[in-house]
């Protein structure tokens, strides 16, 4: 019952509890907008004492399921199933994405002459082929032309992989010595991998939502929460890859791409620690996403937050192992891939929603058009901005509707991924 719970939360508020206690789930907008007899549920399945919690039995008798089930309008939703071939798309083409990850960490570690990371990393590429081949499926079965071309997208993608992992695989082979001098490569190779897969998961958003010439909120949402998972992997990637080399690390070109890497993830996650205020870096206490309100909530608590920086200070420090940091920063990388597959399902929920009620135009005026000139650009009469103030950007950041457009926009009208650099996540956990 307590699962159940968890999954009509995440499904009907689009987002996961902090702490899920009935006390914690009943905070936010989210919330507040959920009718009572969807709350009411919820707070039943999420009860504290598990002798308290709806049955099967219960749950099937309660009013949010017979009243849904028995509405007249029932039969013209459109529900995330209409959408299966797209959602299925998107699940797997995250998962790719985290496969790729993870395989970079093992293979950064490998290079780095663990013997502990050979048979992970080998174990990794097998399970990052059958996402390649679950992925590649999926993008073909999609009903329209562009489905066929992300696909073969993605198999020029698989031929770089398989490249790069014959450079890890002589390079190992070699010695450490190899290792470390092949590692820039391998490390920036994958660094790309993971950038081109990330932005043929929002060409597929655009694909899906039909929104060619608009930048919509939940394209903004889901490619910021893939980067953030990609910049953790990062991160991970790289410290595994320099630990057996003390030299090496503490040299100064790698401690300054250290820095770079490290102050990234501060900006993206914000930092518990009073020197990030001194480095310089723009770093929100909460983190860059729930400060643009693309989320109601940080991506990972303060004291993951927390565990992270410590975790962080003790392998640099040689008081832990590889190991234990590959685990507990993957930890982290698997809750914002959670937060990714929450804000996929919601995707899915906005595009039903139109469906099945009379579309509406993306936030009003603010939609703005990919590569549009400046000066083509429809402007609003003075006479009509009182009347239009209701769709503004401000006037409905609180709650965030999935299928509404950003006025954000790079040199060709999509979003910038910033630096290139240095900036990666983990196995699939699918809801």
Same mark, same amino acid.
């Given at each position: 019952? *307590?699962?159940?719970? +968890?999954?009509?939360?995440?499904?009907?508020?689009?987002?996961?509890?902090?702490?899920?206690?009935?006390?914690?789930?009943?905070?936010?907008?989210?919330?507040?907008?959920?009718?009572?007899?969807?709350?009411?549920?919820?707070?039943?399945?999420?009860?504290?004492?598990?002798?308290?919690?709806?049955?099967?039995?219960?749950?099937?008798?309660? =009013?949010?399921?017979?009243?849904?089930?028995?509405?007249?309008?029932?039969?013209?939703?459109?529900?995330?199933?209409?959408?299966? $071939? &797209?959602?299925?798309?998107?699940?797997?083409?995250?998962?790719?994405?985290?496969?790729?990850?993870?395989?970079?960490?093992?293979?950064?570690?490998?290079?780095?002459?663990?013997?502990?990371?050979?048979?992970?990393?080998?174990?990794?590429?097998?399970?990052?082929?059958?996402?390649?081949?679950?992925?590649?499926?999926?993008?073909?079965?999609? =009903?329209?032309?562009?489905?066929?071309?992300?696909?073969?997208?993605? +198999?020029?993608?698989?031929?770089?992989?398989?490249?790069?992992?014959?450079?890890?695989?002589?390079?190992?082979?070699?010695?450490?010595?190899?290792? $470390?001098?092949?590692?820039?490569?391998?490390?920036?190779?994958?660094?790309?991998?993971?950038?081109?897969?990330?932005?043929?998961?929002?060409?597929?958003?655009?694909?899906?939502?039909?929104?060619?010439?608009?930048?919509?909120?939940?394209?903004?949402?889901?490619?910021?929460?893939?980067?953030?998972?990609?910049?953790?992997?990062?991160? !991970?990637? *790289?410290?595994?890859? $320099?630990?057996?080399?003390?030299?090496?690390? +503490?040299?100064?070109?790698?401690?300054?791409?250290?820095?770079?890497?490290?102050?990234?993830?501060?900006?993206?996650?914000?930092?518990?620690?009073?020197?990030?205020?001194?480095?310089?870096?723009?770093? *929100?206490?909460?983190?860059?996403?729930?400060?643009?309100?693309?989320?109601?909530?940080?991506?990972?608590?303060?004291?993951?937050? &927390?565990?992270? &920086?410590?975790? &962080?200070?003790?392998?640099?420090?040689?008081?832990?192992?590889?190991?234990?940091?590959?685990?507990?920063?993957?930890?982290?990388?698997?809750?914002?891939?959670?937060?990714?597959?929450?804000?996929?399902?919601?995707?899915?929920?906005?595009?039903?929603?139109?469906?099945?009620?009379?579309?509406?135009?993306?936030?009003?005026?603010?939609?703005?058009?990919?590569?549009? =000139?400046?000066?083509?650009?429809?402007?609003?009469?003075?006479?009509?901005?009182?009347?239009?103030?209701?769709?503004?950007?401000?006037?409905?950041?609180?709650? +965030?509707?999935?299928?509404?457009?950003?006025?954000?926009?790079?040199?060709?009208?999509?979003? =910038?991924?910033?630096? !290139?650099?240095?900036?990666?996540? *983990?196995?699939?956990?699918?809801?």
């Amino acid at each position: 019952a *307590f699962g159940i719970g +968890m999954i009509c939360y995440g499904l009907l508020c689009n987002s996961l509890p902090e702490d899920a206690t009935a006390g914690d789930v009943q905070k936010g907008p989210e919330w507040e907008s959920l009718s009572v007899n969807a709350q009411d549920l919820i707070s039943k399945l999420l009860c504290a004492d598990a002798a308290g919690r709806l049955s099967v039995a219960e749950i099937l008798q309660h =009013p949010f399921v017979t009243t849904v089930g028995s509405s007249s309008l029932s039969s013209q939703v459109t529900t995330p199933c209409d959408f299966e $071939h &797209e959602l299925q798309a998107l699940m797997t083409s995250q998962a790719l994405v985290k496969a790729l990850q993870q395989e970079r960490g093992a293979s950064c570690w490998m290079l780095d002459g663990s013997k502990d990371a050979e048979m992970r990393c080998r174990w990794m590429c097998e399970a990052t082929n059958d996402h390649f081949h679950e992925a590649i499926g999926a993008l073909q079965t999609l =009903p329209c032309e562009k489905g066929t071309e992300l696909a073969q997208t993605l +198999m020029k993608i698989r031929s770089d992989v398989e490249t790069i992992r014959m450079v890890c695989r002589q390079s190992s082979e070699q010695g450490e010595e190899d290792g $470390h001098c092949s590692f820039d490569t391998v490390f920036a190779t994958y660094c790309k991998i993971n950038e081109e897969v990330i932005h043929l998961i929002g060409r597929l958003i655009v694909t899906i939502q039909k929104h060619e010439a608009s930048l919509t909120v939940a394209e903004v949402r889901i490619r910021l929460l893939l980067l953030v998972a990609e910049q953790l992997g990062r991160e !991970r990637g *790289f410290i595994c890859g $320099h630990l057996r080399r003390r030299d090496l690390l +503490m040299s100064w070109p790698v401690q300054r791409r250290f820095a770079k890497i490290q102050g990234c993830r501060q900006y993206l996650l914000g930092s518990t620690s009073p020197e990030s205020a001194e480095s310089g870096v723009v770093s *929100f206490e909460t983190g860059l996403l729930p400060n643009l309100r693309l989320v109601s909530a940080p991506l990972i608590s303060r004291r993951d937050l &927390e565990v992270l &920086e410590e975790a &962080e200070t003790a392998v640099l420090g040689w008081k832990s192992t590889a190991s234990e940091w590959f685990t507990i920063i993957t930890e982290l990388i698997d809750k914002v891939h959670q937060q990714a597959s929450v804000a996929f399902l919601g995707l899915i929920q906005e595009m039903g929603r139109q469906v099945s009620v009379s579309p509406t135009p993306p936030l009003g005026n603010l939609s703005v058009e990919r590569g549009t =000139p400046q000066s083509q650009r429809e402007t609003t009469p003075p006479s009509q901005s009182a009347a239009q103030s209701e769709n503004s950007l401000a006037g409905r950041a609180n709650s +965030m509707p999935t299928g509404g457009a950003l006025p954000v926009r790079g040199h060709d009208g999509s979003l =910038p991924y910033g630096n !290139r650099g240095y900036a990666t996540g *983990f196995q699939q956990q699918q809801l």
